[in-house]
């Protein structure tokens, strides 16, 4: 580990692990000519908020991998149950960090501004311990697809409630919703940010009911009463899930 990682406050941390039932090694798939975790790892970097920027894993060849492209690397337990699990982990070795972002392996396409808009999210609220991305959702196909994940947030901006289905639901229709401004409904993206003691704590907590409902991790944290700060983008990135996935990442990659 090098001494910037080790006294980074700023850190991205991006987890990353070989088993994927939907695409198995989905991580080191490179039809771009480069892997899958290479382009998450160089979209990270292009983020001007982090210190530093680090790949945790359980996997031996992915931290071959990771290396080869000069990403730094902290091992981890195989008995990660979650990112969130293997991030903690790895944060134990980083004494200094203090507000660390969660970046998904599988996101080819983030976006560095919404990194940073997590970090400056948490800057200028001192009193909040999380925080997480969404943006305007008007699609309706999208709005009641159970794999697009909904967010409501009070007038503060933070979130009331995380769901699968429809939410707010609108009882008289929902057309003239899905163009009001402002947005109506807006779609979770699965990018975090957190406070040393709130990542430590939350992985001790048990599964909560909500949780288990949903299959959502971040009810947790609002079912132990604390608030997860929103900040909205004006776009969703896609993440890599299935084959379909990655051919269409591939093909707009080739395309620009």
Same mark, same amino acid.
């Given at each position: 580990?090098?001494?910037?990682?080790?006294?980074?406050?700023?850190?991205?941390?991006?987890? #990353?692990?070989?088993?994927?039932?939907?695409?198995?090694?989905? %991580?080191?798939?490179?039809?771009?000519?480069?892997?899958?975790?290479?382009?998450?790892?160089?979209?990270?970097?292009?983020? $001007? #908020?982090?210190? #530093?920027?680090?790949?945790?894993?359980?996997?031996?060849?992915?931290?071959?991998?990771?290396?080869?492209?000069?990403?730094?690397?902290? %091992?981890?337990?195989?008995?990660?149950?979650?990112?969130?699990?293997?991030?903690?982990?790895?944060? +134990?070795?980083?004494?200094?960090?203090?507000?660390?972002?969660?970046?998904?392996?599988?996101?080819? @396409?983030? @976006?560095?501004?919404?990194?940073?808009?997590?970090?400056?999210?948490?800057? $200028?609220?001192?009193?909040?311990? %999380?925080?997480?991305?969404?943006?305007?959702?008007?699609?309706?196909?999208?709005?009641?697809?159970?794999?697009?994940?909904?967010?409501?947030?009070?007038?503060?901006?933070?979130?009331?409630?995380?769901?699968?289905?429809?939410?707010?639901?609108?009882?008289?229709?929902?057309?003239?919703?899905?163009?009001?401004?402002?947005? #109506?409904?807006?779609?979770?993206?699965?990018?975090?940010?957190? $406070?040393?003691?709130?990542? %430590?704590?939350?992985?001790?907590?048990?599964?909560? $009911?909500?949780?288990?409902?949903?299959?959502?991790?971040?009810?947790?944290?609002?079912?132990?009463?604390?608030?997860?700060?929103?900040?909205?983008?004006? +776009?969703?990135?896609?993440?890599? @899930?299935?084959?379909?996935?990655?051919?269409?990442?591939?093909?707009?990659?080739?395309?620009?």
């Amino acid at each position: 580990m090098n001494a910037a990682l080790h006294n980074a406050r700023r850190v991205l941390a991006i987890p #990353a692990r070989r088993r994927s039932t939907r695409l198995p090694d989905k %991580m080191l798939l490179c039809e771009t000519g480069k892997t899958v975790l290479q382009h998450t790892y160089e979209a990270a970097c292009r983020a $001007r #908020a982090p210190e #530093a920027v680090f790949i945790a894993t359980d996997d031996d060849e992915i931290a071959a991998v990771a290396r080869s492209f000069g990403a730094d690397v902290v %091992m981890t337990s195989p008995d990660a149950p979650s990112g969130t699990d293997r991030i903690a982990e790895a944060v +134990h070795s980083l004494p200094r960090a203090g507000v660390i972002v969660n970046l998904q392996g599988d996101e080819p @396409d983030a @976006d560095p501004e919404a990194v940073d808009a997590l970090f400056d999210l948490l800057d $200028r609220q001192p009193w909040a311990s %999380m925080a997480t991305v969404a943006t305007p959702l008007r699609d309706l196909e999208k709005l009641h697809d159970p794999a697009c994940v909904k967010v409501v947030c009070d007038s503060k901006g933070r979130a009331l409630y995380f769901s699968r289905s429809v939410t707010p639901f609108p009882r008289d229709g929902v057309a003239e919703w899905l163009s009001a401004e402002p947005p #109506a409904f807006l779609q979770h993206i699965g990018m975090y940010a957190y $406070r040393r003691p709130l990542l %430590m704590q939350m992985t001790r907590w048990p599964v909560g $009911r909500l949780e288990q409902i949903e299959k959502l991790e971040q009810l947790r944290v609002l079912e132990n009463g604390h608030a997860i700060l929103v900040a909205v983008v004006n +776009h969703a990135t896609r993440g890599i @899930d299935t084959p379909e996935d990655y051919a269409a990442f591939v093909a707009r990659r080739r395309a620009a």
